[in-house]
C-alpha cells in the first residue's frame, strides 16, 4: 500500500516563504511521477508543480512560475515544494500525489494521494 504523507503547511504572512514535504512508503517511490495540486474552498483541485520520475521534466502552474520550485529526493523517497513569496491567492489545502504512467495536470490521472496540508496566507 502506497502512503504519502505531506507536512510543512502553515499560517504565513504575504511575501513569506514555506517549505512543503511529502514522504512516501510502500511503493517504489522513484518510478513515479510526483506532483503538488491545491484546492481552495468551494474550487477545483488544481495542478500546481509536477516532477517526472527522473527529475528531467518539470512543469508548474502559471500562477506559480518563478516563486515554488518542486524537488524530489529519490533516496529519501520524498518530494518538496518551495514555495517564496507566497500571496492570500495561494491560500488552499496542497496534497501531493503520484501518478505511475505520465506527469500530467489532470488530478485523475494520479494513483496515490496525501491526506492534504493547509497553507493559509494572510494579507
Known amino acids: 500500500q502506497v502512503q504519502l504523507v505531506e507536512s510543512g503547511g502553515g499560517l504565513v504572512q504575504a511575501g513569506d516563504s514555506l517549505r512543503l514535504s511529502c514522504a512516501t512508503s510502500?511503493?517504489?517511490?522513484?518510478?513515479?511521477?510526483m506532483a503538488w495540486f491545491r484546492q481552495a474552498p468551494g474550487k477545483e483541485r488544481v495542478f500546481v508543480a509536477g516532477?517526472?520520475?527522473?527529475?528531467?521534466?518539470?512543469n508548474y502552474a502559471d500562477s506559480v512560475k518563478g516563486r515554488f520550485t518542486i524537488s524530489r529526493d529519490n533516496a529519501k523517497n520524498s518530494v518538496y515544494l518551495q514555495m517564496n513569496s507566497l500571496k492570500p491567492e495561494d491560500t488552499a489545502v496542497y496534497y501531493c500525489a503520484a501518478a505511475k504512467i505520465r506527469l500530467t495536470t489532470t488530478p485523475g490521472q494520479y494513483d496515490y494521494w496525501g491526506q492534504g496540508t493547509q497553507v493559509t496566507v494572510s494579507s
Open positions: 516532477s517526472s520520475w527522473g527529475g528531467r521534466s518539470i
Open positions: 510502500g511503493g517504489t517511490f522513484s518510478t513515479y511521477h
